[in-house]
């Protein structure tokens, strides 16, 4: 039986020729080994992780304020924690939290209290993520901010382990950690509770449970190829947990924002297209017909049937209660058990419509909304939090800040290695370059219809879903100008590798230097108004 794919390769490192007596066997070409020290495997990405948690953790509750899109999040998580759905606050609830005051419920007779429940626009498990926080430190700026540095700490892990995965090098896996450990936006988000962070880890999550996936199904094959009875359209590979996690996982980012559905679709097409190229590679004679029988029916159900069920779970609270918004409680259990489903099905179903009517329609100006287009430029960062002190910090004007901004060295450094990726895939189709580029396509390229059809109201922080990617790009570009380990005849390593190195290496100390002369506008450091002015790159765009 032939194989027919052709071979799997680090970046620079040509093709085998399946021919020849020195071609890969079918378990290298098709699962190629992991590095050798699985200990430094994970040593090595949970030391980067850890120095990116302890720069999100560090002084967490400052400033002691509740910062932009705070003043939603954290209240409706409270609300979830209580009441298990988001309840009306009174005025100035921000004021009474920050003073200690915690009685900041509308009040409502018992027999109208579903004019208390809240018309939100977002599904819920985002705001019970913060509302652990909240459980477990108190409803102050940390206990609010817990979850979202918790999260952008594992991301860090994730994207560290899944280019370790993806290049077969724990180094560069710690590189591609690094990255996104000195991202400002991702650090950022990191200590603000907003949803988008929420949204980010689990597509990032879903993502690596893909490619785990991919690893674990070739590696099935494989063992059927060796041992097993051939046949024209290869085995079934039976329960497949990386999938389902996969489908767990992007039922959560659905569940944080809706725009998680542009993942679920993009990746459970790309999941299937790698079973073709799985059962193609192993030479099967019908790898498509084995595919769509044996591989799409398996999938159906887990981005059907699992997601569904597990994104309907998170509604919970709203189906148990009587004073969510359109509950509709007190009809729904006047006619018995059937008809409190169908009912309560009905009640969901509309609120959901009203949600999106919302969103199509969300148009109102403000000062900080950006194009999709100006995203990777970062022509329009959010101030999420400005304060001016006079005589304050050695001079007489300061500032205290806090911009929500990508690290310009990592974010016009990923524009080139996005291009180099595409040049890259158009040449050789090699997996990786594409399943990175479909990634940051699918968290870029929608907003564009929607600022062309709805005009609607956008802000940089809607492209975190990308920023793993595009630290992705970077790794992958860092790999190819690296090249492979071969040594010379006289044991030295090639010239080519020692340069890349140099070149990868001073990209990494660049990326620093640039998050450290931020650092003061990410975190509301007490600075001269000077310093702080001196920071924006685009002076009139980024203040």
Same mark, same amino acid.
């Given at each position: 039986?032939?194989?027919?794919?052709?071979?799997?390769?680090?970046?620079?490192?040509? +093709?085998?020729?399946? !021919? !020849?007596?020195?071609?890969?066997?079918?378990?290298?070409?098709?699962?190629?080994?992991?590095?050798?020290?699985?200990?430094?495997?994970?040593?090595?990405?949970?030391?980067?992780?850890?120095?990116?948690?302890? $720069?999100?953790?560090?002084?967490?509750?400052?400033?002691?304020?509740?910062?932009?899109?705070?003043?939603?999040?954290?209240?409706?998580?409270?609300?979830?924690?209580?009441?298990?759905?988001?309840?009306?606050?009174?005025?100035?609830?921000?004021?009474?939290?920050?003073?200690?005051?915690?009685?900041?419920?509308? +009040?409502?007779?018992?027999?109208?209290?579903?004019?208390?429940?809240?018309?939100?626009?977002?599904?819920? /498990?985002?705001?019970?993520?913060?509302?652990?926080?909240?459980?477990m430190f108190g409803m102050n700026p940390f206990g609010w901010r817990f979850a979202a540095a918790v999260v952008g700490t594992l991301s860090i892990l994730i994207v560290a382990r899944v280019a370790r995965r993806m290049t077969r090098s724990t180094v560069l896996g710690?590189?591609?950690?690094?990255?996104?450990?000195?991202?400002?936006?991702?650090?950022?988000?990191?200590?603000?509770?907003?949803?988008?962070?929420?949204?980010?880890?689990?597509?990032?999550?879903?993502?690596a449970c893909l490619v785990a996936d991919r690893d674990w199904a070739r590696r099935r094959l494989v063992e059927w190829y060796e041992t097993g009875p051939l046949s024209p359209e290869g085995p079934s590979l039976g329960l497949r947990p990386w999938r389902i996690g996969?489908?767990?996982?992007?039922?959560?980012?659905? !569940?944080?924002?809706?725009?998680?559905?542009?993942?679920?679709?993009?990746?459970?097409?790309m999941s299937v297209m790698w079973d073709f190229g799985a059962r193609r590679a192993v030479g099967l004679r019908r790898p498509y017909a084995g595919a769509l029988a044996k591989d799409v029916p398996p999938a159906v159900a887990a981005y059907g049937v699992v997601w569904?069920?597990?994104?309907?779970?998170?509604?919970?609270?709203?189906?148990?209660?009587?004073?969510?918004?359109?509950?509709?409680?007190?009809?729904?259990? !006047?006619?018995?058990?059937?008809?409190?489903?169908?009912?309560?099905?009905?009640?969901?179903?509309?609120?959901?419509?009203?949600?999106?009517?919302?969103?199509?329609?969300?148009?109102?100006?403000?000062?900080?909304?950006?194009?999709?287009?100006?995203?990777?430029? /970062?022509?329009?960062?959010?101030?999420?939090?400005?304060?001016?002190?006079?005589?304050?910090?050695?001079?007489?004007?300061?500032?205290?800040?806090?911009?929500?901004?990508?690290?310009?060295?990592?974010?016009?450094?990923?524009?080139?290695?996005?291009?180099?990726?595409?040049?890259?895939?158009?040449?050789?189709?090699?997996?990786?370059?594409?399943?990175?580029?479909?990634?940051?396509?699918?968290?870029? $390229?929608?907003?564009?219809?929607?600022?062309?059809?709805?005009?609607?109201?956008?802000?940089?922080?809607?492209?975190?879903?990308?920023?793993?990617?595009?630290?992705?790009?970077?790794?992958?570009?860092?790999?190819?100008?690296?090249?492979?380990?071969?040594?010379?005849?006289?044991?030295? $390593?090639?010239?080519?590798?020692?340069?890349?190195?140099?070149?990868?290496?001073?990209?990494?100390?660049?990326?620093?230097?640039?998050?450290?002369?931020?650092?003061?506008?990410?975190?509301?450091?007490?600075?001269?108004?000077?310093?702080?002015?001196?920071?924006?790159?685009?002076?009139?765009?980024?203040?």
């Amino acid at each position: 039986m032939a194989v027919t794919d052709f071979a799997y390769h680090a970046f620079g490192e040509p +093709k085998a020729d399946e !021919s !020849s007596p020195r071609a890969r066997s079918v378990r290298e070409r098709m699962v190629p080994p992991m590095p050798s020290n699985p200990l430094w495997g994970w040593l090595g990405p949970l030391l980067v992780a850890a120095f990116g948690g302890i $720069l999100r953790f560090i002084d967490l509750a400052h400033p002691r304020a509740v910062v932009f899109d705070e003043t939603y999040y954290a209240k409706d998580a409270y609300s979830l924690i209580t009441w298990m759905v988001e309840r009306v606050t009174i005025k100035d609830a921000d004021k009474a939290i920050l003073a200690g005051n915690l009685d900041i419920w509308q +009040k409502c007779a018992p027999d109208q209290l579903d004019k208390c429940a809240s018309y939100v626009v977002h599904p819920p /498990l985002g705001k019970w993520m913060i509302g652990v926080g909240e459980w477990m430190f108190g409803m102050n700026p940390f206990g609010w901010r817990f979850a979202a540095a918790v999260v952008g700490t594992l991301s860090i892990l994730i994207v560290a382990r899944v280019a370790r995965r993806m290049t077969r090098s724990t180094v560069l896996g710690c590189f591609a950690g690094l990255l996104l450990a000195l991202d400002g936006l991702h650090f950022v988000l990191s200590r603000t509770a907003l949803l988008d962070i929420f949204l980010m880890f689990w597509v990032l999550a879903g993502f690596a449970c893909l490619v785990a996936d991919r690893d674990w199904a070739r590696r099935r094959l494989v063992e059927w190829y060796e041992t097993g009875p051939l046949s024209p359209e290869g085995p079934s590979l039976g329960l497949r947990p990386w999938r389902i996690g996969a489908a767990l996982c992007l039922a959560a980012a659905c !569940s944080v924002k809706w725009s998680g559905i542009f993942f679920l679709a993009a990746f459970a097409v790309m999941s299937v297209m790698w079973d073709f190229g799985a059962r193609r590679a192993v030479g099967l004679r019908r790898p498509y017909a084995g595919a769509l029988a044996k591989d799409v029916p398996p999938a159906v159900a887990a981005y059907g049937v699992v997601w569904f069920v597990a994104y309907m779970a998170t509604w919970t609270g709203w189906f148990a209660t009587a004073t969510g918004y359109g509950r509709n409680w007190a009809q729904a259990t !006047s006619s018995g058990p059937f008809y409190f489903v169908f009912d309560s099905m009905r009640s969901w179903v509309k609120y959901q419509w009203q949600v999106f009517t919302f969103h199509s329609g969300l148009e109102t100006s403000h000062p900080y909304m950006s194009e999709p287009w100006q995203w990777p430029l /970062l022509l329009r960062p959010v101030a999420f939090f400005y304060e001016g002190k006079q005589n304050a910090c050695g001079a007489r004007d300061c500032s205290e800040a806090v911009l929500g901004v990508g690290t310009p060295v990592i974010w016009f450094g990923s524009l080139l290695a996005l291009v180099a990726l595409i040049a890259w895939y158009v040449a050789s189709r090699d997996w990786r370059a594409g399943a990175v580029l479909l990634s940051y396509a699918v968290g870029w $390229l929608p907003w564009f219809y929607f600022a062309i059809t709805d005009n609607r109201t956008m802000f940089l922080f809607y492209a975190i879903p990308m920023v793993p990617f595009m630290v992705l790009a970077i790794t992958l570009c860092a790999g190819w100008l690296i090249g492979p380990a071969r040594r010379t005849e006289g044991g030295a $390593l090639p010239m080519r590798r020692t340069i890349g190195a140099a070149v990868v290496g001073a990209f990494a100390l660049l990326a620093l230097i640039n998050f450290w002369w931020l650092y003061p506008i990410l975190t509301a450091e007490l600075i001269p108004y000077t310093e702080w002015k001196a920071r924006m790159l685009f002076d009139k765009r980024w203040i």
